[in-house]
């Protein structure tokens, strides 16, 4: 017995899926699509039947997005910009970069280098619209598997599928707590001294919380962890008031503590160290505008690197 096939599903819908999302309610989609409001949801309701899932939820305050929904929301998006990439680039000429352009930069990196990135996009290439995703490595890796950005900085931990990979640096990572007056003292700490600190890191599911247990492992430390918190914000607080120390990279350092109030040594014996690297689906290839821009983050995040701001060794 043959199965009846699942009906196709259409950009159109797509589009008007994305669209109800961002208004948030079928009658503001409507007016900013200009498509009468049972035609939208004639078209979600044949988008739920071909995917066979719920994707939005509707509620006095207007509808939601699903886990089904967001997953297809993400896809969609970067579909539809990729869509606007190819419009751009053959109406403006081949040697004009133009377009929007979505990027994942983890929330540290993305302060450190995005003001820098804007502006020499501003200054070089005006025709391209940056849109940045500061979300955390497994919100980043998602979506670079699903390409549904043009490229981010991640970690390297557990291989992405149809991801590659230009390292850019070795990160080192710092030992944070808050000073309590006197000289900065020593620029580093011993991995057996930082052990031995009521530290608050970030739970197992974190990629920095997994380098610096595969350390401990390593060494045969065992760590003294009184926090465990999702909340970069939280953690923060928890070093602020003195209530434990943390381990972390020095973009993190540098933007989210105020200069002067917390003492940050890199830790040795054994050094705490990750690979990062600029990712991008394999199976998309960049666009002029997405191309420049990779070029110049690629260029900002060395000099931060050379300058010390990104305290690591550039990878060669």
Known sequence: MEHASSPPISLRQLRYLVAVSDAGSFSAASL??????????????????????????RSRKGVILTESGLRLYGIARGMLERLSHVHAEITSGQDVASGV???????????????KVVRELERHHPLVELRVEDGSRLENGRSLQAASIDFGVVPIGAALADVDYDLLLRESLLLVERRNGGAAGRATVSFAQAARLRLALPPRT???????????????????????????????????EGLAATITNSPAVE????????????????AITRLVALARPSNRPLGLAAQVTYDIVRRFALDAVKDGHWQGKAAK
């Open 32 to 57: 900013r699509t200009h498509v009468a409001q049972p035609a939208l949801s004639r078209q979600i309701a044949m988008l739920e039947a071909s995917v066979g899932a719920c994707l939005l939820q």
């Open 101 to 115: 352009v979505t990027i994942a930069l983890p929330p540290s990196v993305a302060s450190m280098l995005v003001p």
């Open 206 to 240: 974190f990629h920095t919380r997994r380098v610096i247990d595969e350390a401990a492992r390593a060494t045969g430390l065992s760590l003294d962890v009184a926090y465990e918190q999702h909340s970069v914000t939280t953690i923060v607080s928890l070093v602020r």
């Open 255 to 270: 933007q989210l503590f105020r200069p002067g109030t917390v003492r940050a040594r890199r830790i040795v014996n054994p």
